[in-house]
């Protein structure tokens, strides 16, 4: 993915993942990394600051001869959840304003209502290296003139 990800936005991620049930500290990390481009060795120090704040409380439970750490959602936790999804849905609202804007699509692509964003973008960088090729070949050329 090419967008990193920030704190809070982490924070958020891993709290959602708990939101259902328990899980241990792999099973956690597997579940997020499924969505997040972060390493395992990132995630554990996350998981410690948000058991020192409050907002996940542990316990282990043996299992084949080891013990799981297991991570739980704490009330704190999930009203710091409720708010980080409200503040999510504000941040991902103005994002969408910018980054999807309705018109801008129809006057940089016509036919982009119908297509997905996917193919928009390949569409519209498509195009873009087309003018980027024309444009250094018309510089080159001028160049050329220029030198000669």
């Not at 704190?76 to 969408?96: A, P, T, V």
């Amino acid at each position: 993915m090419v967008f990193q990800i920030g704190s809070a936005l982490l924070d958020a991620c891993v709290l959602s993942a708990l939101e259902e049930e328990p899980l241990y500290g792999y099973a956690l990390t597997q579940k997020v990394k499924s969505v997040v481009d972060i390493s395992e060795s990132t995630l554990y120090p996350v998981l410690r600051r948000l058991t020192k704040d409050g907002l996940l409380s542990t316990y282990d439970q043996p299992f084949n001869g080891r013990n799981r750490r297991y991570y739980v959602l704490t009330d704190y936790g999930k009203s710091q959840l409720i708010f980080l999804r409200n503040e999510w849905i504000s941040y991902k609202e103005r994002l969408d304003g910018i980054l999807i804007n309705k018109e801008a699509k129809i006057k940089a692509c016509p036919h982009a209502m119908s297509s997905s964003m996917d193919s928009d973008f390949a569409s519209q960088n498509k195009e873009a290296k087309i003018l980027s090729s024309s444009m250094d070949s018309d510089f080159a050329s001028q160049n050329k003139e220029d030198l000669g």
